[in-house]
């Protein structure tokens, strides 16, 4: 699997619609908004967080789409998470147990900010479809499992249905307690 064709996949796949593989994510994310809230201020604004997104992240739909989208890296990735891990700890009484896992990506390898948003990106995608089959203005950018939209807020509500009903299907459970709603006052 060579860099650079990764490097094109991730610009031709992502789309902008997720940047946190970008080197100034972050900052593009910050950037975008600030330019749309100046644009559109009539627009609802919701930033919203996975729960225990990483770890949450449902592996064979990540494997099917590693294999779908990039079968280059099938290999190397259906290795790595294509089967139940052990994870080894020194248990209090001084034994050494076990944590097995089989979901989520491991926080720390280097593949796991990649295969955390080609997991999720057919969540939002259809969260785009949403935007783009209503010709309404809006914005719709992630950071990993922290997305942020921009819509009115009939188009906002459609959302929210589909990150609540078909979330789960990626692994994807909003946090409600970490969420904010900025409301424009204008339904």
């Known amino acids: 699997m060579r860099n650079n064709a990764l490097k094109e996949f991730n610009a031709q796949h992502f789309n902008n619609l997720q940047v946190c593989l970008s080197s100034r994510g972050t900052e593009s994310t910050a950037l975008a908004f600030r330019a749309a809230i100046e644009l559109f201020p009539q627009l609802d604004k919701l930033f919203f ?3 225990n997104g990483f770890n949450m992240c449902n592996r064979g739909q990540g494997l099917w789409q590693v294999l779908d989208k990039f079968p280059a890296a099938f290999s190397l990735v259906n290795m790595i998470y294509g089967r139940s891990a052990s994870a080894f700890v020194l248990a209090r009484d001084g034994y050494i147990d076990s944590i097995t896992s089989s979901e989520g990506v491991q926080q720390g390898d280097v593949l796991s900010m990649w295969l955390y948003s080609l997991t999720i990106h057919p969540l939002v995608l259809k969260i785009q479809s949403i935007i783009d089959d209503s010709n309404s203005t ?3 950018i992630w950071y990993a499992d922290d997305g942020n939209i921009m819509l009115s807020f009939d188009i ?3 959302v929210l249905q589909i990150l609540i009903s078909e979330g789960p299907t990626y692994g994807y459970f909003i946090k409600f ?5 900025l409301a424009t006052g204008k339904v």
Request: aromatic share 8%; hydrophobic share 15%; charged share 45%.
């Open 49 to 51: 967080d996975g729960d």
């Open 177 to 181: 307690e970490k969420c904010r709603y």
């Open 156 to 158: 906002m509500c459609r």
């Open 138 to 140: 809006g914005l719709n």
